[in-house]
């Protein structure tokens, strides 16, 4: 049975699709299959991985439709990683789904039989139907955050709506990731100090401001093709040792699963 | 693994501790702070420090040894006027090489570990004991 992980935060711009397509491919390269499912009207899932969007989730959800999850799942360019894309269309999908019964739990039931080790969801800024789905279909969650108030905010709304689905829902937070950090700068390293005396453990190592993470979304590649040493990746040299990236935070969600 | 923790919600109640990473960071982010203040030739001073520090990192090892051991090492050092690693290391040579070059093993000393990481435990405790043995007797 796979694990599942909900990549979720209200707020836009922090880092949400760069994590999920990250670890998710972070995860196939070291041999486990994963099913990356994009949540997002925006469809980047697909533009990050170099492959053309399409409506293969609304395919898959909207009751006249239903087509089987194997007919929707497209390989991508990594062994080990399959994507169910996203595209315009799921917006109307949710309006479809809004008039559908127990429909929190369409996400869990459609990939109840997924043979795969790992499943992410990459979720779209907003509270919607498929927000809802999502956490009660995951195992954990995880919210990136960049580190201004308003993201630190959005921490909390996140918060709020797992606490808010607990009925219903058995899912944890697998932690709260700092995105675009910048060690040189008083207010990262302060909104850093803030989260981590609210949340504790929670906080995962963060997880350098880097250009390159745009720059591989441009080419279509992920970090690990695109330019393997990058900081994003790889974190801060600390002595003789490396602090933050993208593999020492797949580290500790490989100890958590 | 599947979550099989019917909790639901993590709860917030132990949340003491920071991911050591996410401390470090701190850590720095402090120290940074301060020194942005101090006058520049001390903060040159403090970050030829730290790098000298760092360097020394490279050789740093956090080894677990028995207290009474370490007690006796500490007692040896002081006596002698070294320093606790460099006398360590001085008693390290001999059976270091005599290890390598099969001049002893640990045979009849390993137990099994019941741990993942490591398949075996070194019975230190007989080593002792025989150690000290050994030593009555040749007195």
């Known amino acids: 049975m796979a694990t599942t992980i909900a990549i979720l935060n209200q707020k836009g711009g922090v880092g949400k699709t760069t994590t999920a397509v990250t670890l998710s491919s972070g995860f196939a390269r070291k041999g486990y299959q994963v099913l990356l499912v994009d949540l997002d009207t925006q469809g980047n899932v697909a533009d990050s991985l170099g492959i053309p969007q399409s409506d293969d989730l609304r395919c898959l959800l909207s009751p006249d439709l239903r087509r089987p999850l194997e007919q929707v799942i497209s390989p991508s360019s990594l062994k080990g990683l399959f ?61 990136p955050t960049r580190l201004d108030k308003l993201a630190v905010n959005g921490v909390r709304d996140a918060l709020q709506t797992l606490a808010s689905l607990k009925r219903i829902s058995r899912c944890q937070v697998a932690g709260i990731l700092p995105t675009f950090y910048e060690r040189v700068t008083l207010e990262s390293h302060e909104q850093l100090i803030h989260l981590a005396q609210t949340f504790g453990r929670l906080v995962l190592p963060p997880i350098p401001q880097d250009t390159q993470c745009r720059v591989a979304s441009r080419f279509g590649k992920t970090l690990w093709e695109h330019e393997p040493n990058t900081k994003a990746l790889t974190g801060y040299d600390h002595g003789n040792r490396r602090i933050g990236g993208y593999i020492q935070v797949l580290e ?6 | 693994m599947k979550n099989t923790n019917k909790q639901g919600f993590t709860g917030f109640d132990d949340l003491s501790g920071v991911d050591p990473a996410v401390e470090s960071l701190l850590n720095q982010g402090q120290r940074r702070n301060v020194e942005s203040h101090l006058p520049k030739n001390l903060r040159s001073q403090r970050k030829k420090e730290r790098e000298r520090a760092q360097k020394r990192l490279a050789n740093r090892v956090n080894l677990d040894l028995p207290v009474d051991l370490k007690k006796r090492l500490e007692i040896l050092a002081k006596k002698e006027g070294v320093p606790v690693s460099q006398l360590v290391a001085f008693l390290l040579y001999d059976p270091v090489h005599q290890m390598e070059t099969r001049m002893i093993s640990l045979w009849g000393y390993k137990t099994s570990s019941g741990c993942r990481k490591f398949e075996w435990n070194i019975d230190l405790q007989r080593h002792a004991e025989e150690v000290l043995r050994n030593g009555e007797k040749s007195n």
């Open chain 1, 252 to 257: 500790r969600i490989q100890e958590l699963i």
């Open chain 1, 83 to 143: 994507v169910i894309r996203s595209d315009k269309s799921t917006a109307g999908l949710k309006i479809i789904l809004s008039g559908v019964t127990l429909r929190e739990y369409i996400l869990a039931d459609v990939l109840e039989a997924a043979n795969y080790d790992l499943i992410f969801f990459d979720c779209a800024p907003s509270v919607d139907l498929l927000h809802f789905a999502a956490i009660v279909a995951a195992d954990y969650l995880l919210i």
